[in-house]
């Protein structure tokens, strides 16, 4: 019996000892949860009422500094009597002291070098003297002058072109400039043009007006479309040799003869020589 009371008295205690512990568990939990953060109240900044002080501004350099002891200042003094107004002006003589910056004497010298040099007047090179304008005029050809390009050989001039075009094509070509495909009148005509394909180092060959064009069954050759029949002849070796096949009725300086002449097809492009007689006047264009 004693014993039973005392395991009861045990556990009763156990069993206090357990809601007390079980209780401050919860209290614990509650508080936490029930604890907030704090909010922190941002104030404005309210612009204090408090008068500001005024710092004294450095005084302000002086922009010219004078350099003599003694200066006049001018005051004007304004008395009212009645309705006129009396204006009175009263100079005060002021010393002041002497100035010992070093920036002041080399302002007084810079002035003084500057006044003692002397400054001479800028020339105007906007004046222009009269003078005359060339109005536009035709260029007029001497008789015994060539066009410039053009070279003077015998009371004849000849430009060597430097294109290439078709015997039809070169004959307008010339009669464009004031002249027409050479003719060879003589063996030194005929040597002059050789010498001068040679200086100018000419490709193939070069086109003269010689051709059998308006008579290519007959074979017989002519200066040009003028009809003139030509009676002298430096054909190279075989030459001329006809075709069958192909304009061949044109007459050429052929490079490869050492420019003697040669037979081609008159729709070859080749270098040309135009020439102009200087008996007669030229109204030339180039």
Known sequence: ?????????????????????????????????????????????????????????????????????????????VNKSGNRNTIHVINIK????????????????????????????????TIVGDYKIFKYEDDHIKKDDCPPYWHKYDKNCYLFSRDRLNWYK?????????????????????????????????????????????HPKKHTWHWGFSGSQNHGFDWYGFEPAYKKKGDFLCAIFWKTYHFHWHVESCSQENYYICKIKLKESCSCTF
């Open 1 to 77: 019996m004693k014993w039973s009371v005392v395991y009861l008295v045990l556990f009763l205690a156990i069993i206090e000892v357990r809601n007390k512990v079980n209780a401050v568990s919860k209290d614990g939990v509650a508080k936490t949860a029930s604890t907030k953060v704090p909010k922190v109240k941002v104030e404005k900044a309210v612009p204090s009422t408090a008068p500001v002080k005024k710092t004294k501004s450095e005084p302000k350099q002086q922009e010219t500094k004078k350099t003599a002891k003694n200066a006049t200042s001018t005051k004007v003094k």
């Open 94 to 125: 002021v010393d002041l002291p002497p100035s010992n910056d070093n920036s002041t004497t080399s302002h007084n010298n810079s002035t003084n070098s500057s006044t003692s040099t002397v400054i001479q007047p800028q020339k105007d090179y």
């Open 170 to 214: 070169a004959s307008m070509k010339c009669f464009e400039l004031g002249g027409f495909l050479t003719t060879v009148e003589s063996s030194i005509e005929n040597t002059y043009i050789i010498n001068q394909l040679k200086a100018y180092k000419i490709n193939r060959g070069a086109w003269m007006g010689l051709n059998t064009v308006l």
